[in-house]
């Protein structure tokens, strides 16, 4: 994993650009001052060996400083480092309690890897309910992938009920969000809708870009 907070470009979303590093030491006094943004900055400093050598033990220590102020983004980063083993036990378990947390502290990377983890009984037992709340979270937070992923279970009928419509609308919104597998899925799967399911589906993407305007067009 090139940078531990983003998603592996390639994964089937957006790559995401990398972010303009900060003075070390600058961050660094910050982040002794108790500013929880600077001590996780120090953290990813150290994870990717930018500025300082690289340290996870050192990483782990700030983001936890970070994370117990209840930072998103140190727990999902916590989350990712007992996932992978990286300067800790791989541990999933204890992968799912942070990501759990970032989740709920609103983190839509946090969300979705939750959702995979209860869909798949990796590190939590398997939920499908759990899977399809965490889904919805994340996809109402403009995430391509969980929006992609509801439009698969729903054309499918993974766990839950068939639906073309909203498996329709999903795709399209993650189509929306430049995931090109999901435009092609949503022209495929509108060649196989008669006129009312396509304008149902419209219906449905009307309410939910109203429900949710900025985060259908960015994150």
């Not at 499908?128 to 919805?136: D, M, N, S, T, V």
């Not at 993974?158 to 090109?180: F, N």
């Amino acid at each position: 994993m090139a940078v531990l907070w983003y998603r592996e470009p390639g994964d089937g979303g957006p790559a995401q650009p990398a972010e303009p590093r900060p003075d070390f030491n600058q961050t660094q006094a910050r982040a002794e001052a108790g500013e929880a943004q600077a001590q996780n900055l120090v953290g990813e400093l150290y994870a990717e060996g930018k500025q300082v050598k690289r340290d996870f033990a050192e990483a782990i220590r700030w983001y936890r400083k970070a994370a117990d102020q209840g930072l998103a983004r140190a727990q999902y980063n916590l989350g990712v480092l007992h996932d992978i083993g990286q300067g800790v036990p791989q541990d999933e378990a204890e992968a799912a309690r942070w990501y759990r947390q970032a989740a709920e502290n609103g983190s839509a990377d946090a969300q979705y890897t939750l959702a995979s983890m209860y869909g798949l009984g990796r590190g939590v037992p398997r939920d499908p309910k759990e899977a399809l709340r965490w889904y919805e979270r994340a996809a109402e937070q403009g995430d391509a992938l969980a929006r992609y992923n509801l439009a698969e279970r729903y054309e499918r009928g993974k766990d839950v009920a068939p639906d073309l419509a909203e498996a329709y609308k999903w795709h399209s919104l993650a189509a929306e969000r430049g995931l090109k597998d999901a435009a092609s899925a949503r022209d495929s799967l509108g060649r196989r809708m008669n006129s009312d399911q396509l304008a149902e589906a419209r219906k449905r993407i009307r309410d939910f870009n109203q429900k949710f305007p900025a985060r259908s067009e960015s994150r």
